[in-house]
Nanobody, 119 residues
Framework: QVRLVESGGGSVQAGGSLKLSCAAS????????MGWYRQAPGKERELVST???????SYADSVKGRFTISQNNAKNTLYLQMNSLKTEDTAVYYC?????????????WGQGTQVTVSS
């Protein structure tokens, strides 16, 4: 079992910055990657950024150049640095982790943290 707890959300004005954290606990070995998703009101959940076990990162076009994903393996923590925030970045942000159990892979989700960007 894996537990993911996000923090760092809040309210900020457009152009500001926030840094989200996701603390992972439990069986977190053999990770096949971690990432951030977000869901705005009335919209489907969308992928924001991922980081693979080899450190390879990817970003949605809408956040490229503004968001940076990183992880601290020693602290089992995933981060998302968000700069130059826009009102359209307002959403609940979810952390996700993929764990490879050999015969199967499972995805775990955090409870989400609200990010609100005002104009």
């Amino acid at each position: 079992q894996v537990r993911l707890v996000e923090s760092g959300g809040g309210s900020v004005q457009a152009g500001g910055s926030l840094k989200l954290s996701c603390a992972a606990s439990g069986y977190i070995f053999n990770s096949c990657g971690m990432g951030w998703y977000r869901q705005a009101p009335g919209k489907e959940r969308e992928l924001v950024s991922t980081i693979n076990s080899d450190g390879t990162t990817s970003y949605a076009d809408s956040v490229k150049g503004r968001f940076t994903i990183s992880q601290n393996n020693a602290k089992n923590t995933l981060y998302l640095q968000m700069n130059s925030l826009k009102t359209e970045d307002t959403a609940v942000y979810y952390c996700t982790a993929c764990i490879d159990y050999g015969l199967d892979r499972l995805n775990y989700w955090g409870q989400g943290t609200q990010v609100t960007v005002s104009s």
